[in-house]
């Protein structure tokens, strides 16, 4: 997934929008848009620039950053941050001056032209902040991500640890003793004692769970031929 396929998709998502509707938000052709979903090729100048008015983003610093990278997207909202409380202290001087001159009657004192540049700030402003809001939108995708991820890789742990743990009671229904440390297992049968590492014994657990899922399968299968 390259980018602009990330890209399109997030705002899709965001704006609840079909590719039917980007591509008349855009004023760019269906058959482009889906290709951009497949990452078949990268959008040209002239699309970047329809994607960008359309949405009023910063899309340029979105192409060129690496989406699937949290902490790269981190760093762009810090710099984007850093540029909107200047924007924010560049209105609220202009705001200042402009009711400074209107109470004095003349604006002459200026050495600029504080009307313009409030617009060009304000406006500024705006693609900024659509671009942070674009960006914590995608944070937040990339945080339910990884807490998928480790809501299954905890599943998967809790199923292994108490299929272990009921063989384990098997196992000590047959004079086996298990004694847990921090680290290891001290296991003691037959007048022998065993030290193993947990990583070990559950690699052990794990091969003797599947090997007596297969034996008792083949034995119902045997009983059942025999039957026959």
Do not use: W
């Not at 938000?25 to 497949?38: G, H, S």
């Not at 409380?85 to 001087?93: A, G, P, S």
């Amino acid at each position: 997934m390259n980018n602009i396929e990330i890209i399109i998709k997030t705002l899709m998502e965001m704006n609840n929008l079909t590719q039917v509707d980007f591509a008349i938000k855009t004023e760019i052709p269906l058959p482009t848009i889906r290709k951009y979903l497949k990452s078949e090729f990268n959008p040209t100048e002239k699309n970047i620039e329809k994607i960008k008015n359309a949405f009023n983003i910063r899309l340029n610093i979105l192409l060129d950053s690496d989406l699937k990278n949290i902490e790269t997207i981190e760093d762009v909202k810090y710099s984007l941050s850093l540029e909107l409380k200047e924007l924010n202290e560049e209105i609220e001087k202009c705001d200042i001056d402009i009711s400074i001159g209107e109470y004095s009657g003349h604006l002459k004192h200026l050495d600029y032209d504080p009307f313009l540049t409030l617009e060009i700030s304000t406006d500024i402003k705006k693609i900024v902040e659509n671009t942070l809001n674009f960006i914590d939108f995608l944070i937040k995708k990339h945080i339910e991500k990884e807490e998928e991820f480790l809501i299954k890789k905890n599943l998967i742990k809790k199923t292994e640890l108490s299929k272990n743990e009921k063989l384990i009671e098997i196992l000590k229904s047959h004079n086996i003793v298990f004694n847990f440390e921090k680290d290891s297992t001290i296991i003691i049968f037959d007048n022998e004692k065993y030290s193993i590492c947990n990583d070990k014994l559950n690699e052990i657990l794990k091969i003797i769970n599947k090997t007596l899922d297969n034996d008792f399968k083949n034995l119902v299968n045997l009983l059942n031929t025999n039957k026959k």
